[in-house]
């Protein structure tokens, strides 16, 4: 798809990945709105041309507005970006359950939220495409973001059966893995604290100006998934045809990281 003219509505488009992106899809001619919890911060990312709804994702009355209000703007919805997301560095067993359901809230729930909501327009004007943000830990599940993983995991599963459900519609899914994004996230966790040391893992780590290419890219090729870095690939790889192993590695790293304290 052709971003140029098109109208992208980006989730959580305050900062890191969303902003980056709201930057990157508005150099490559898009008409954009945008929706975070900060509304300062948006009118700085979408310039005096954007819709900006400011509100909390969790809430379905701001899920609504937001639409709404994009349609009404431009009268269609061409790309959907959910990229709205925390993290949670708790250990699964006995992280707090009140974190646990906050996180499938945001992550899941809400992107299927905004999924089903732009459908409907993207039906009537007779196609689109809505773009999942996921991670490297939706393909493999990592021990020190079990919870996190579970929920990228979710996201894609979900983007992969809707790939097939809205095919007839011409309405495209793409599915975006990042790795290790350098970005104000480990700030705003839900529960837990970065693993120390994460950081220096270069292999994997990219920033988002990077990552919010990959995405337009990703958008413009229709491709199915987006795996940035590409070096993301291998430790996929590595997960299905040697789990045993790639296990004993994950553990080997979550140990040194110190992050399992009074395990």
């Not at 996201?155 to 809205?166: F, K, P, Q, V, Y």
């Not at 495209?172 to 290790?180: D, E, F, N, Q, S």
């Not at 920033?207 to 919010?212: I, R, S, T």
Request: proline share 5%; hydrophobic share 45%.
């Amino acid at each position: 798809m052709e971003i140029s003219g098109k109208v992208a509505l980006i989730t959580g488009a305050s900062e890191g990945i969303g902003a980056a992106t709201a930057k990157e899809f508005r150099r490559r001619g898009a008409k954009l709105s945008l929706v975070a919890r900060s509304g300062g911060k948006l009118a700085g990312v979408g310039g005096p041309e954007a819709v900006v709804t400011a509100g909390d994702l969790c809430d379905h009355q701001v899920r609504e507005r937001t639409v709404a209000a994009t349609l009404e703007r431009f009268g269609r919805i061409d790309i959907l970006v959910n990229n709205a997301g925390a993290g949670m560095y708790a250990p699964a067993w006995r992280a707090p359950m009140d974190a646990v359901r906050a996180i499938f809230d945001l992550n899941v729930l809400a992107a299927v939220s905004m999924t089903q909501l732009a459908v409907a327009p993207m039906r009537r004007q007779g196609g689109g495409i809505i773009v999942n943000v996921s991670s490297i830990a939706g393909l493999v599940p990592l021990p020190w973001f079990t919870l996190y993983s579970g929920t990228k995991f979710a996201l894609r599963a979900i983007g992969d059966g809707l790939r097939t459900e809205l095919r007839p519609f011409q309405i495209r899914v793409v599915t975006v893995c990042p790795g290790y994004v350098r970005t104000q996230f480990q700030q705003n966790v839900l529960a837990g604290r970065p693993p120390e040391g994460l950081h220096r893992a270069r292999l994997w780590t990219i920033d988002a100006d990077q990552c919010a290419r990959a995405i337009a890219r990703g958008v413009e090729k229709e491709q199915r998934t987006v795996v940035t870095p590409a070096v993301g690939r291998l430790l996929m790889l590595a997960w299905r045809l040697f789990p045993g192993f790639v296990d004993r590695r994950l553990e080997k790293i979550y140990r040194t990281l110190d992050i399992a304290e009074e395990r």
